[in-house]
């Protein structure tokens, strides 16, 4: 039985590595697969909030989730931070990939007092 490598492998390619585009792909299966999209063009039809809590030790405001949901559906699914992390993403290049697809911010705090 023989073992064959390839020359060439997906990620690496001689010397070109670009991880922003493995982290984007990164971001981009998490949303896909906790969301249920079949595309990632229809993050334009989601919305979202952040969901901050205060530190124990420091008493500074850090954020603790992410709550996503598709317009037409009645529950969010919450996305914390840890996870967004464990991803491989920082939490601004997580909202920064929401933005570019023009995923909806719901900043209204009348609208987070409905919701929650």
Sequence with gaps: ?????????AFINEGNFDLTSIIKD??????LNRLSLRKINMLKYVEYFLAYKICE??????LASIFLKRKYEKEYIRI????IEISGATIIEFIDYLDEYDAKEIIS???????V
């Design 1 to 9: 039985m023989s073992l064959t490598i390839k020359k060439k492998s």
């Design 26 to 31: 990164c971001i981009k299966t998490l949303l």
């Design 57 to 62: 030790h420091t008493n500074e405001k850090t």
């Design 80 to 83: 914390p931070a840890k996870e």
């Design 109 to 115: 705090s009348q609208k987070l007092l409905e919701i």
